[in-house]
């Protein structure tokens, strides 16, 4: 599995946006970006994902690099509910790792009031 | 529409017990993965279950083990528990046939004991 790079933690306020960065210089062409979170005693939680484009939905928007080696999930407008793990991972579409997410140790955001 | 529902949400066993952890998914999604989760090792993925069948399997010993039923609902077994089996286990569903290029929607797992 392609690697991913994140710090281990951030800060911010609340009401201001938030700029999570991902590094994957191994990414391969067939291979999605995920972000995922993990608020306290909750199981992970589906942020957003794409594969080149930028995406956006409800919860993030997704900045990928016109290189595809970085990444970065945007929160518009932080709330002290925004703070978890986040975890930025590859998956290799149409290939055999059905159902495997590789979590690395993610970023830890804390918000501020 | 339901989340995934996992049961119990606690439980605690001895060492050398066996105990299995169910896993019901969101309505119409026949793809079922379990992921353990501990301080140490952090999400490990365990395996993978679409219509009945793994199709993938992580590296874990074979005390590990797992099936799906005909109605997508899933169970996962440990036998001959040992101490470093606690943990909090998770299960995911999705509702693509490649949940590579699909959501994952997890649990909000089982926390096991092992005393």
């Known amino acids: 599995d392609a690697k991913t790079t994140q710090p281990n933690s951030m800060e911010s306020n609340e009401e201001e946006p938030v700029h999570l960065p991902c590094n994957h210089s191994t990414i391969s062409g067939t291979d999605y970006i995920h972000w995922y979170r993990q608020l306290p005693s909750q199981g992970p939680e589906y942020v957003i994902h794409g594969l080149t484009s930028n995406v956006n939905n409800r919860m993030a928007s997704l900045a990928i690099a016109e290189d595809r080696k970085s990444s970065t999930l945007i929160l518009h407008r932080a709330t002290l509910r925004d703070a978890a793990v986040y975890y930025c991972?590859?998956?290799?579409?149409?290939?055999?790792?059905?159902?495997?997410?590789?979590f690395g140790q993610g970023t830890i955001l804390t918000v501020h009031p | 529409k339901a989340g995934v529902t996992q049961t119990p949400r606690y439980l605690i066993k001895t060492r050398g017990q066996q105990v299995t952890l169910s896993c019901s998914p969101i309505s119409g999604h026949r793809s079922v993965s379990w992921y353990q989760q501990t301080p140490g090792q952090g999400l490990q993925f365990l395996f993978e279950y679409f219509s009945e069948t793994q199709r993938n399997k992580g590296n874990f010993p074979g005390r590990f083990s797992g099936r799906q039923f005909s109605n997508s609902r899933s169970e996962m077994n440990v036998s001959t528990l040992e101490l470093g089996d606690s943990a909090l286990y998770l299960c995911a569903s999705s509702g693509g046939r490649d949940p590579t290029n699909s959501p994952l929607h997890f649990g909000n797992g089982t926390r096991l004991t092992v005393t």
């Open positions: 991972i590859l998956t290799d579409a149409g290939g055999t790792s059905y159902g495997k997410l590789t």
